[in-house]
T-cell receptor, first 113, second 112 residues
Framework: NAGVTQTPKFRILKIGQSMTLQCTQDMNHNYMYWYRQDPGMGLKLIYYSVGAGITDKGEVPNGYNVSRSTTEDFPLRLELAAPSQTSVYFC????????????FGQGTRLTVV | AQKVTQAQTEISVVEKEDVTLDCVYETRDTTYYLFWYKQPPSGELVFLIRRNSFDEQNEISGRYSWNFQKSTSSFNFTITASQVVDSAVYFCAQNSGYALNFGKGTSLLVTP
């Protein structure tokens, strides 16, 4: 089972460039999330979605955009990359109930120079 | 606001020692869920346990055990007879609306 798949695994961007981090899950989960992990800071929620066509901001949404056109896919868009967006990004999914754990992708390590 | 506090930033123990990782949470909800995840040096996030607010029974799984106390809003994690393979960052999390709210993590180093 693939679970949650993120691509790419690594990326170096120049300041001002844009890119999309891809995330897809094959578990038919309703909820999907994007987190960023900075050293010593835990995971901070960027955006989340409770179903196709529905997205909402998390704790740190500035500089990012998302869309959820299908249940499976939840891409994260960086429009104008900044050094502050250097981080490890995790996508996660969860069935549509509160009492379930989230399943995480392998992460994308992004460096903005 | 929901908040998860892991006051221990780093812990270092020698193999075979027992170690407890602390987690304190804040919530106004009467129904909530708590989780522990492990992040080994390879970077992936591995789910360890889930606990709901109605179940205060302690849980044991091999060398791992969890102590949930609503009176102190704590959900602590103990590793008995630690091993080098336990070296990782451990995160405590709580459901916050539709998402999970994570603590900052505790980095555990187990040396031979």
């Amino acid at each position: 089972n693939a679970g949650v798949t993120q691509t790419p695994k690594f990326r170096i961007l120049k300041i001002g460039q844009s890119m999309t981090l891809q995330c897809t899950q094959d578990m038919n989960h309703n909820y999907m999330y994007w987190y960023r992990q900075d050293p010593g800071m835990g995971l901070k929620l960027i955006y989340y979605s409770v179903g196709a066509g529905i997205t909402d901001k998390g704790e740190v949404p500035n500089g990012y955009n998302v869309s959820r056109s299908t249940t499976e896919d939840f891409p994260l868009r960086l429009e104008l990359a900044a050094p502050s967006q250097t981080s490890v990004y995790f996508c996660a999914s969860r069935p549509g109930t509160m009492n379930t754990e989230a399943f995480f992708g392998q992460g994308t390590r992004l460096t903005v120079v | 606001a929901q908040k998860v506090t892991q006051a221990q930033t780093e812990i270092s123990v020698v193999e075979k020692e027992d170690v407890t990782l602390d987690c304190v949470y804040e919530t106004r909800d009467t129904t909530y869920y708590l989780f522990w995840y492990k992040q080994p040096p390879s970077g992936e996030l591995v789910f360890l346990i889930r606990r709901n607010s109605f179940d205060e029974q302690n849980e044991i799984s091999g060398r791992y055990s969890w102590n949930f106390q609503k009176s102190t809003s704590s959900f602590n994690f103990t590793i008995t007879a630690s091993q080098v393979v336990d070296s990782a960052v451990y995160f405590c999390a709580q459901n916050s609306g539709y998402a999970l709210n994570f603590g900052k993590g505790t980095s555990l180093l187990v040396t031979p």
